[in-house]
DNA sequence: GTCTATAATATGATAGAC
DNA sequence: GTCTATCATATTATAGAC
Protein backbone atom coordinates (compact mmCIF):
# COMPACT_ATOMS: atom_id res chain seq x y z
CA UNK A 1 0.00 0.00 0.00
CA UNK A 2 1.68 2.79 0.99
CA UNK A 3 5.45 1.62 1.24
CA UNK A 4 6.22 1.31 -2.04
CA UNK A 5 9.69 -0.21 -1.25
CA UNK A 6 8.59 -2.94 0.60
CA UNK A 7 6.04 -3.46 -1.63
CA UNK A 8 8.64 -4.29 -4.25
CA UNK A 9 10.51 -6.53 -1.96
CA UNK A 10 7.71 -8.48 -1.18
CA UNK A 11 6.82 -8.85 -4.82
CA UNK A 12 10.79 -9.63 -5.55
CA UNK A 13 10.76 -12.27 -2.87
CA UNK A 14 8.01 -13.92 -4.49
CA UNK A 15 5.35 -13.26 -1.29
CA UNK A 16 1.82 -12.60 -1.83
CA UNK A 17 2.78 -9.00 -1.59
CA UNK A 18 1.89 -6.64 1.04
CA UNK A 19 -1.43 -8.26 2.82
CA UNK A 20 -1.08 -5.23 4.72
CA UNK A 21 -4.24 -3.78 3.39
CA UNK A 22 -6.38 -6.26 4.22
CA UNK A 23 -5.28 -6.56 7.95
CA UNK A 24 -5.70 -3.12 8.20
CA UNK A 25 -9.29 -3.26 6.63
CA UNK A 26 -9.95 -6.45 9.58
CA UNK A 27 -8.73 -3.88 12.44
CA UNK A 28 -10.84 -1.03 11.08
CA UNK A 29 -13.84 -2.98 10.53
CA UNK A 30 -13.88 -4.80 13.89
CA UNK A 31 -13.81 -1.41 15.83
CA UNK A 32 -16.05 0.47 13.76
CA UNK A 33 -18.48 -2.26 13.81
CA UNK A 34 -18.40 -3.01 17.70
CA UNK A 35 -18.50 0.45 17.97
CA UNK A 36 -21.49 1.48 16.02
CA UNK A 37 -22.91 -1.55 14.49
CA UNK A 38 -22.50 -2.65 11.09
CA UNK A 39 -25.12 -1.53 9.12
CA UNK A 40 -24.16 1.73 10.06
CA UNK A 41 -20.75 2.09 9.17
CA UNK A 42 -20.33 2.83 5.50
CA UNK A 43 -18.00 1.55 3.17
CA UNK A 44 -16.78 5.06 2.90
CA UNK A 45 -16.48 5.63 6.64
CA UNK A 46 -14.27 2.33 6.83
CA UNK A 47 -12.31 2.70 4.38
CA UNK A 48 -11.12 6.31 5.41
CA UNK A 49 -10.76 5.69 8.70
CA UNK A 50 -8.57 2.47 7.45
CA UNK A 51 -6.38 4.53 5.08
CA UNK A 52 -6.92 2.81 2.14
CA UNK A 53 -9.06 3.08 -0.82
CA UNK A 54 -12.84 2.83 -1.33
CA UNK A 55 -12.45 0.07 -3.56
CA UNK A 56 -10.10 -1.81 -1.51
CA UNK A 57 -12.94 -3.66 0.22
CA UNK A 58 -14.56 -5.24 -2.58
CA UNK A 59 -11.15 -6.40 -4.11
CA UNK A 60 -10.18 -8.20 -1.14
CA UNK A 61 -13.56 -9.41 0.55
CA UNK A 62 -15.80 -9.19 -2.59
CA UNK A 63 -18.46 -7.59 -0.67
CA UNK A 64 -19.49 -5.75 3.21
CA UNK A 65 -21.13 -8.63 4.30
CA UNK A 66 -18.34 -11.21 3.45
CA UNK A 67 -15.92 -8.57 5.38
CA UNK A 68 -18.19 -8.76 8.66
CA UNK A 69 -17.50 -12.38 8.66
CA UNK A 70 -13.94 -12.38 8.11
CA UNK A 71 -13.40 -10.04 10.98
CA UNK A 72 -15.93 -12.48 12.67
CA UNK A 73 -13.74 -15.72 11.91
CA UNK A 74 -10.58 -13.92 12.96
CA UNK A 75 -11.70 -12.79 15.80
CA UNK A 76 -13.64 -16.35 17.25
CA UNK A 77 -10.47 -18.20 16.40
CA UNK A 78 -8.05 -15.99 18.21
CA UNK A 79 -10.03 -16.05 21.47
CA UNK A 80 -11.45 -19.62 21.25
CA UNK A 81 -8.26 -21.19 21.06
CA UNK A 82 -6.39 -18.83 23.80
CA UNK A 83 -9.24 -19.92 25.80
CA UNK A 84 -8.87 -23.81 24.81
CA UNK A 85 -4.89 -23.91 25.60
CA UNK A 86 -5.58 -22.59 29.06
CA UNK A 87 -8.49 -25.11 30.02
CA UNK A 88 -6.37 -27.98 28.40
CA UNK A 89 -3.26 -26.94 30.55
CA UNK A 90 -5.54 -26.43 33.95
CA UNK A 91 -6.19 -30.27 32.87
CA UNK A 92 -3.02 -31.31 32.21
CA UNK A 93 -2.25 -29.90 35.69
CA UNK A 94 -4.74 -31.93 37.07
CA UNK A 95 -3.59 -35.04 35.88
CA UNK A 96 -6.42 -35.63 34.00
CA UNK A 97 -8.64 -35.29 36.95
CA UNK A 98 -11.11 -32.26 37.45
CA UNK A 99 -9.45 -28.70 37.72
CA UNK A 100 -10.08 -26.26 40.42
CA UNK A 101 -13.48 -24.24 39.67
CA UNK A 102 -11.23 -21.18 39.36
CA UNK A 103 -8.99 -22.25 36.86
CA UNK A 104 -11.49 -23.23 34.74
CA UNK A 105 -13.32 -20.43 35.08
CA UNK A 106 -9.81 -17.84 35.00
CA UNK A 107 -9.80 -20.24 31.02
CA UNK A 108 -13.03 -19.21 29.71
CA UNK A 109 -12.79 -15.54 31.48
CA UNK A 110 -8.74 -14.78 31.46
CA UNK A 111 -8.28 -14.60 27.38
CA UNK A 112 -11.38 -12.22 26.89
CA UNK A 113 -10.36 -9.34 29.59
CA UNK A 114 -6.36 -10.39 28.46
CA UNK A 115 -7.64 -9.40 24.55
CA UNK A 116 -9.47 -6.29 25.66
CA UNK A 117 -6.34 -4.63 27.08
CA UNK A 118 -3.90 -5.37 25.12
CA UNK A 119 -4.99 -6.00 21.83
CA UNK A 120 -6.59 -3.53 19.65
CA UNK A 121 -7.51 -6.17 17.77
CA UNK A 122 -10.18 -8.12 19.96
CA UNK A 123 -10.44 -5.49 22.01
CA UNK A 124 -13.88 -5.27 20.85
CA UNK A 125 -14.81 -8.33 19.92
CA UNK A 126 -17.39 -9.42 22.30
CA UNK A 127 -19.35 -6.28 21.80
CA UNK A 128 -19.00 -6.64 17.67
CA UNK A 129 -20.66 -10.46 18.60
CA UNK A 130 -24.01 -8.73 19.94
CA UNK A 131 -24.45 -6.70 16.90
CA UNK A 132 -23.51 -9.18 14.18
CA UNK A 133 -26.32 -11.32 15.85
CA UNK A 134 -28.88 -8.78 14.89
CA UNK A 135 -27.30 -7.20 12.41
CA UNK A 136 -25.04 -9.63 10.09
CA UNK A 137 -26.00 -11.81 6.90
CA UNK A 138 -27.54 -15.04 7.79
CA UNK A 139 -24.50 -16.67 7.22
CA UNK A 140 -22.42 -14.73 10.11
CA UNK A 141 -25.29 -15.28 12.63
CA UNK A 142 -24.99 -19.31 11.87
CA UNK A 143 -21.74 -19.05 12.45
CA UNK A 144 -22.47 -17.47 15.60
CA UNK A 145 -24.83 -19.84 16.43
CA UNK A 146 -22.28 -22.64 15.80
CA UNK A 147 -19.90 -21.37 17.30
CA UNK A 148 -20.59 -23.45 20.65
CA UNK A 149 -17.51 -26.02 20.49
CA UNK A 150 -15.83 -24.40 23.06
CA UNK A 151 -17.99 -23.56 25.14
CA UNK A 152 -18.87 -26.95 25.02
CA UNK A 153 -15.59 -28.17 26.14
CA UNK A 154 -16.18 -25.57 29.21
CA UNK A 155 -19.65 -26.85 30.20
CA UNK A 156 -17.95 -30.63 30.02
CA UNK A 157 -15.24 -29.87 32.37
CA UNK A 158 -17.85 -27.62 34.90
CA UNK A 159 -19.96 -29.86 35.48
CA UNK A 160 -17.35 -32.73 36.39
CA UNK A 161 -16.29 -29.90 39.05
CA UNK A 162 -19.70 -29.38 40.07
CA UNK A 163 -21.06 -32.64 39.92
CA UNK A 164 -24.16 -31.49 42.54
CA UNK A 165 -25.90 -29.60 39.51
CA UNK A 166 -27.87 -30.57 36.87
CA UNK A 167 -26.11 -30.15 33.88
CA UNK A 168 -29.29 -27.52 32.85
CA UNK A 169 -27.87 -25.23 35.42
CA UNK A 170 -24.40 -25.65 34.57
CA UNK A 171 -25.47 -24.23 31.27
CA UNK A 172 -27.25 -21.59 32.47
CA UNK A 173 -25.05 -20.44 34.64
CA UNK A 174 -21.93 -20.85 31.51
CA UNK A 175 -24.36 -18.92 29.79
CA UNK A 176 -24.58 -16.11 33.09
CA UNK A 177 -20.96 -15.64 32.62
CA UNK A 178 -21.16 -15.32 29.30
CA UNK A 179 -23.21 -12.47 30.13
CA UNK A 180 -20.75 -10.86 32.57
CA UNK A 181 -18.04 -10.96 30.21
CA UNK A 182 -20.30 -9.09 27.73
CA UNK A 183 -20.31 -6.67 30.36
CA UNK A 184 -17.06 -5.87 30.32
CA UNK A 185 -17.34 -4.49 26.42
CA UNK A 186 -20.82 -3.07 26.47
CA UNK A 187 -21.88 -0.69 29.25
CA UNK A 188 -18.49 0.24 30.25
CA UNK A 189 -19.55 3.94 30.24
CA UNK A 190 -22.94 3.67 32.07
CA UNK A 191 -20.52 2.04 34.79
CA UNK A 192 -18.21 4.69 35.15
CA UNK A 193 -21.06 7.30 35.29
CA UNK A 194 -22.45 5.16 37.82
CA UNK A 195 -19.88 4.94 40.30
CA UNK A 196 -19.09 8.63 39.65
CA UNK A 197 -15.87 7.12 37.56
CA UNK A 198 -14.74 5.13 40.57
CA UNK A 199 -15.00 2.02 38.14
CA UNK A 200 -12.68 2.06 35.32
CA UNK A 201 -11.23 -0.83 32.87
CA UNK A 202 -7.63 0.18 33.31
CA UNK A 203 -6.12 -1.93 36.14
CA UNK A 204 -6.46 -5.79 33.98
CA UNK A 205 -5.32 -8.18 37.18
CA UNK A 206 -7.62 -6.80 39.17
CA UNK A 207 -10.60 -6.17 36.49
CA UNK A 208 -9.63 -10.20 36.32
CA UNK A 209 -9.91 -10.78 39.70
CA UNK A 210 -13.09 -9.44 39.93
CA UNK A 211 -14.89 -11.64 37.32
CA UNK A 212 -13.64 -14.57 38.09
CA UNK A 213 -14.76 -13.81 41.88
CA UNK A 214 -18.03 -13.18 40.77
CA UNK A 215 -18.70 -15.81 38.02
CA UNK A 216 -17.44 -18.55 40.29
CA UNK A 217 -19.14 -17.21 43.23
CA UNK A 218 -21.98 -17.95 40.77
CA UNK A 219 -21.33 -21.26 39.67
CA UNK A 220 -21.49 -22.25 43.20
CA UNK A 221 -24.31 -21.03 44.22
CA UNK A 222 -26.66 -23.02 46.56
CA UNK A 223 -29.33 -24.89 44.24
CA UNK A 224 -32.75 -25.59 45.83
CA UNK A 225 -33.38 -28.06 43.02
CA UNK A 226 -36.86 -27.37 41.16
CA UNK A 227 -39.41 -26.49 43.90
CA UNK A 228 -40.38 -22.76 43.60
CA UNK A 229 -41.14 -21.53 47.35
CA UNK A 230 -44.21 -20.67 48.44
CA UNK A 231 -44.46 -17.46 48.69
CA UNK A 232 -45.37 -16.38 52.92
CA UNK A 233 -47.60 -12.96 52.08
CA UNK B 1 -56.30 4.05 11.08
CA UNK B 2 -57.91 0.66 9.75
CA UNK B 3 -61.06 0.34 11.68
CA UNK B 4 -62.77 3.59 10.11
CA UNK B 5 -66.22 3.31 12.67
CA UNK B 6 -63.80 3.74 15.62
CA UNK B 7 -61.78 6.19 14.25
CA UNK B 8 -64.93 7.96 13.42
CA UNK B 9 -66.43 7.87 17.02
CA UNK B 10 -63.21 8.82 18.83
CA UNK B 11 -63.39 12.11 16.46
CA UNK B 12 -67.03 12.72 17.61
CA UNK B 13 -65.99 12.15 21.22
CA UNK B 14 -63.30 15.12 20.67
CA UNK B 15 -60.54 12.73 21.39
CA UNK B 16 -57.45 13.00 19.30
CA UNK B 17 -58.33 10.42 16.86
CA UNK B 18 -56.83 7.33 17.32
CA UNK B 19 -53.14 7.00 18.80
CA UNK B 20 -53.48 3.87 17.78
CA UNK B 21 -50.92 4.50 14.96
CA UNK B 22 -48.19 5.94 17.31
CA UNK B 23 -48.10 2.42 19.61
CA UNK B 24 -48.03 0.09 16.81
CA UNK B 25 -45.17 1.86 15.44
CA UNK B 26 -43.39 2.41 18.86
CA UNK B 27 -44.11 -1.71 19.25
CA UNK B 28 -42.79 -2.37 15.98
CA UNK B 29 -39.83 -0.28 16.19
CA UNK B 30 -38.89 -1.69 19.39
CA UNK B 31 -38.76 -5.42 18.48
CA UNK B 32 -37.05 -4.75 14.85
CA UNK B 33 -34.58 -2.20 16.09
CA UNK B 34 -33.39 -5.02 18.50
CA UNK B 35 -33.84 -7.76 16.48
CA UNK B 36 -32.01 -5.84 13.16
CA UNK B 37 -30.14 -2.79 15.04
CA UNK B 38 -31.67 0.55 14.15
CA UNK B 39 -29.49 1.60 11.47
CA UNK B 40 -30.60 -2.07 9.26
CA UNK B 41 -34.13 -1.63 9.54
CA UNK B 42 -35.36 0.78 7.08
CA UNK B 43 -38.34 2.95 7.24
CA UNK B 44 -40.07 0.85 4.60
CA UNK B 45 -39.58 -2.57 6.56
CA UNK B 46 -40.98 -0.97 9.40
CA UNK B 47 -43.78 0.46 8.61
CA UNK B 48 -45.28 -1.97 6.56
CA UNK B 49 -44.35 -4.95 9.69
CA UNK B 50 -46.32 -2.11 11.65
CA UNK B 51 -48.72 -1.97 9.04
CA UNK B 52 -49.03 1.50 8.76
CA UNK B 53 -47.85 3.85 5.79
CA UNK B 54 -44.37 4.74 5.03
CA UNK B 55 -45.11 8.50 5.40
CA UNK B 56 -46.41 8.09 9.37
CA UNK B 57 -43.26 7.97 11.16
CA UNK B 58 -42.23 11.04 9.45
CA UNK B 59 -45.85 12.53 10.67
CA UNK B 60 -46.02 11.11 13.97
CA UNK B 61 -42.10 11.37 15.29
CA UNK B 62 -40.56 13.86 12.84
CA UNK B 63 -37.75 11.45 11.53
CA UNK B 64 -36.49 8.35 12.48
CA UNK B 65 -34.02 8.97 14.94
CA UNK B 66 -36.81 10.81 16.68
CA UNK B 67 -38.34 7.54 17.01
CA UNK B 68 -35.58 6.10 17.78
CA UNK B 69 -35.06 8.06 21.20
CA UNK B 70 -38.92 7.80 21.78
CA UNK B 71 -39.09 4.09 21.46
CA UNK B 72 -36.54 4.42 24.45
CA UNK B 73 -38.04 6.80 26.62
CA UNK B 74 -41.21 4.57 26.52
CA UNK B 75 -39.34 1.62 27.27
CA UNK B 76 -36.96 2.72 30.03
CA UNK B 77 -40.04 4.61 31.95
CA UNK B 78 -41.43 1.90 32.59
CA UNK B 79 -39.09 -0.71 33.08
CA UNK B 80 -37.47 1.77 35.81
CA UNK B 81 -40.86 2.94 37.25
CA UNK B 82 -41.66 -0.91 38.38
CA UNK B 83 -38.06 -1.47 39.63
CA UNK B 84 -38.21 1.60 41.82
CA UNK B 85 -41.86 0.27 43.00
CA UNK B 86 -40.49 -3.36 44.09
CA UNK B 87 -37.29 -1.38 45.51
CA UNK B 88 -39.35 0.62 47.71
CA UNK B 89 -41.78 -2.05 48.49
CA UNK B 90 -38.88 -4.24 49.89
CA UNK B 91 -37.38 -1.06 51.82
CA UNK B 92 -41.07 -0.40 53.47
CA UNK B 93 -41.36 -4.19 54.07
CA UNK B 94 -37.96 -3.69 56.13
CA UNK B 95 -39.51 -1.15 58.31
CA UNK B 96 -36.86 1.69 56.83
CA UNK B 97 -33.86 -0.92 57.42
CA UNK B 98 -31.84 -2.89 54.88
CA UNK B 99 -33.88 -5.61 52.90
CA UNK B 100 -32.74 -8.74 52.58
CA UNK B 101 -29.81 -9.24 49.65
CA UNK B 102 -32.39 -11.24 47.67
CA UNK B 103 -35.01 -8.97 47.88
CA UNK B 104 -32.77 -6.12 46.20
CA UNK B 105 -31.50 -7.74 43.67
CA UNK B 106 -35.53 -9.34 43.06
CA UNK B 107 -36.69 -5.78 42.61
CA UNK B 108 -33.88 -5.31 40.28
CA UNK B 109 -34.42 -8.61 38.21
CA UNK B 110 -37.90 -9.24 38.12
CA UNK B 111 -39.57 -6.95 36.21
CA UNK B 112 -36.78 -6.77 33.51
CA UNK B 113 -37.37 -10.90 33.40
CA UNK B 114 -41.58 -10.46 33.89
CA UNK B 115 -41.99 -7.79 30.84
CA UNK B 116 -39.61 -10.22 28.92
CA UNK B 117 -42.77 -13.03 28.66
CA UNK B 118 -45.35 -10.91 29.20
CA UNK B 119 -45.30 -7.56 27.40
CA UNK B 120 -44.47 -7.52 23.97
CA UNK B 121 -43.70 -3.83 24.53
CA UNK B 122 -40.51 -4.61 26.78
CA UNK B 123 -39.84 -7.76 25.70
CA UNK B 124 -36.97 -6.86 23.81
CA UNK B 125 -35.70 -3.60 25.65
CA UNK B 126 -33.25 -4.31 26.77
CA UNK B 127 -31.57 -5.92 23.90
CA UNK B 128 -32.51 -2.92 22.22
CA UNK B 129 -30.32 -0.86 24.37
CA UNK B 130 -27.29 -3.14 22.89
CA UNK B 131 -28.28 -1.92 20.12
CA UNK B 132 -28.88 1.87 20.60
CA UNK B 133 -25.82 2.41 22.16
CA UNK B 134 -23.73 1.43 19.04
CA UNK B 135 -26.28 2.93 16.55
CA UNK B 136 -28.27 5.84 17.95
CA UNK B 137 -27.44 9.33 17.57
CA UNK B 138 -25.90 10.82 20.04
CA UNK B 139 -29.20 11.93 21.91
CA UNK B 140 -30.23 8.70 22.70
CA UNK B 141 -26.41 7.78 23.74
CA UNK B 142 -26.64 10.34 26.44
CA UNK B 143 -30.30 9.22 27.83
CA UNK B 144 -28.27 6.25 27.84
CA UNK B 145 -25.66 7.16 29.97
CA UNK B 146 -27.65 9.30 32.42
CA UNK B 147 -30.20 6.46 32.69
CA UNK B 148 -28.03 5.53 35.67
CA UNK B 149 -30.53 7.30 38.33
CA UNK B 150 -32.56 3.87 38.80
CA UNK B 151 -29.49 1.92 39.24
CA UNK B 152 -28.00 4.56 41.59
CA UNK B 153 -31.10 3.44 44.18
CA UNK B 154 -29.65 -0.32 43.69
CA UNK B 155 -26.26 0.76 44.46
CA UNK B 156 -26.92 2.26 47.69
CA UNK B 157 -29.49 -0.26 49.17
CA UNK B 158 -27.10 -2.70 47.60
CA UNK B 159 -24.11 -1.33 49.45
CA UNK B 160 -26.30 -1.14 53.10
CA UNK B 161 -27.08 -4.55 52.75
CA UNK B 162 -23.10 -5.46 51.84
CA UNK B 163 -21.72 -3.16 54.52
CA UNK B 164 -18.51 -5.17 54.20
CA UNK B 165 -17.90 -4.54 50.50
CA UNK B 166 -15.94 -1.44 49.32
CA UNK B 167 -18.22 0.97 47.33
CA UNK B 168 -16.64 0.30 44.12
CA UNK B 169 -16.92 -3.23 44.73
CA UNK B 170 -20.56 -3.09 45.00
CA UNK B 171 -20.82 -0.86 41.48
CA UNK B 172 -18.55 -3.55 39.83
CA UNK B 173 -21.46 -6.67 40.73
CA UNK B 174 -24.11 -4.27 40.03
CA UNK B 175 -22.50 -4.11 36.66
CA UNK B 176 -22.38 -7.35 36.37
CA UNK B 177 -25.51 -8.55 37.26
CA UNK B 178 -26.80 -6.22 34.54
CA UNK B 179 -24.63 -8.22 32.33
CA UNK B 180 -26.22 -11.33 33.82
CA UNK B 181 -29.47 -9.83 32.79
CA UNK B 182 -28.45 -8.73 29.25
CA UNK B 183 -27.52 -12.71 28.26
CA UNK B 184 -31.47 -13.12 28.37
CA UNK B 185 -32.28 -11.03 25.68
CA UNK B 186 -29.03 -11.23 23.46
CA UNK B 187 -27.62 -14.72 23.41
CA UNK B 188 -30.46 -16.72 24.23
CA UNK B 189 -30.02 -18.98 20.92
CA UNK B 190 -26.59 -19.80 21.60
CA UNK B 191 -27.51 -21.18 24.79
CA UNK B 192 -30.27 -23.24 22.96
CA UNK B 193 -27.71 -24.87 21.33
CA UNK B 194 -25.48 -25.28 23.76
CA UNK B 195 -27.86 -27.14 26.05
CA UNK B 196 -29.30 -29.21 22.94
CA UNK B 197 -32.77 -27.53 23.61
CA UNK B 198 -32.17 -28.09 27.27
CA UNK B 199 -32.48 -24.34 28.50
CA UNK B 200 -35.36 -22.30 27.42
CA UNK B 201 -36.92 -18.96 28.03
CA UNK B 202 -40.17 -20.73 28.76
CA UNK B 203 -40.67 -20.68 32.57
CA UNK B 204 -40.74 -17.32 33.99
CA UNK B 205 -40.46 -18.47 37.61
CA UNK B 206 -37.82 -20.86 36.97
CA UNK B 207 -35.56 -18.35 35.07
CA UNK B 208 -36.16 -15.84 37.52
CA UNK B 209 -35.19 -17.76 40.34
CA UNK B 210 -31.59 -19.17 38.43
CA UNK B 211 -31.08 -15.50 37.57
CA UNK B 212 -31.80 -13.78 41.65
CA UNK B 213 -29.73 -16.88 42.69
CA UNK B 214 -26.63 -16.24 40.93
CA UNK B 215 -26.49 -12.81 40.54
CA UNK B 216 -26.93 -13.06 44.74
CA UNK B 217 -24.41 -15.20 45.11
CA UNK B 218 -21.78 -13.11 42.89
CA UNK B 219 -23.11 -10.30 45.64
CA UNK B 220 -21.84 -12.26 48.29
CA UNK B 221 -18.83 -13.61 47.04
CA UNK B 222 -15.89 -13.30 49.25
CA UNK B 223 -13.62 -10.00 48.32
CA UNK B 224 -10.09 -11.06 49.11
CA UNK B 225 -9.41 -6.83 49.30
CA UNK B 226 -6.51 -5.11 47.10
CA UNK B 227 -3.77 -7.64 47.23
CA UNK B 228 -3.56 -9.68 44.38
CA UNK B 229 -2.56 -13.42 44.64
CA UNK B 230 0.70 -14.33 44.55
CA UNK B 231 1.27 -17.08 41.29
CA UNK B 232 2.48 -20.53 43.37
CA UNK B 233 4.02 -21.87 40.00
C1' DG C 1 -3.02 -3.91 -6.21
C1' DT C 2 -4.63 0.75 -6.29
C1' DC C 3 -7.34 4.37 -7.80
C1' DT C 4 -11.20 7.31 -10.17
C1' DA C 5 -15.53 7.48 -12.03
C1' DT C 6 -19.90 5.77 -12.23
C1' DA C 7 -23.67 2.55 -12.43
C1' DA C 8 -27.61 0.59 -9.91
C1' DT C 9 -30.12 0.80 -6.02
C1' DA C 10 -32.06 1.91 -1.47
C1' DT C 11 -32.94 5.28 1.86
C1' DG C 12 -35.00 9.26 4.74
C1' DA C 13 -37.85 12.85 4.05
C1' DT C 14 -41.56 15.74 2.03
C1' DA C 15 -45.17 17.82 -0.98
C1' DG C 16 -49.80 17.62 -2.02
C1' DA C 17 -54.24 15.12 -3.03
C1' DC C 18 -57.72 13.07 -0.35
C1' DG D 1 -54.41 11.52 9.67
C1' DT D 2 -53.50 8.83 5.64
C1' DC D 3 -51.78 7.94 1.26
C1' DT D 4 -49.11 8.22 -3.40
C1' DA D 5 -45.51 10.05 -5.83
C1' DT D 6 -41.21 11.88 -5.80
C1' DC D 7 -36.91 14.47 -4.48
C1' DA D 8 -32.33 14.55 -2.85
C1' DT D 9 -28.99 11.87 -1.15
C1' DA D 10 -26.05 7.99 0.30
C1' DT D 11 -25.03 3.44 -0.36
C1' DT D 12 -22.73 -0.94 -2.35
C1' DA D 13 -20.56 -2.60 -6.07
C1' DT D 14 -18.03 -2.54 -10.40
C1' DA D 15 -15.67 -1.18 -14.79
C1' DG D 16 -11.52 0.33 -16.50
C1' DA D 17 -7.22 3.32 -16.42
C1' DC D 18 -2.84 3.11 -14.28
Redo the contacts with the bound molecule.
Keep these: ??VVAE?AE??AAG????????EVILDSAERLFAEKSY?S??????TQAA?????????????????LIAVFRRGALALNRERARMLREAEEKAGGGTPPLREIVSALVLPAIRYSFTSTRLALYNQFVAFARGDGPAEAREILDKDVGHLQRFALSLARALPHLPQQEVYWRLHFAMGVLHSLYTDMKRLESLSGGLCQLDDLEAVAVRVVDYVTAGLEAPFAGPLVQEKTA
Tied chains: 1, 2.
Design positions: MRQADIAARQDTKAVSLRELGVNLAAVNYHFGSKDAL
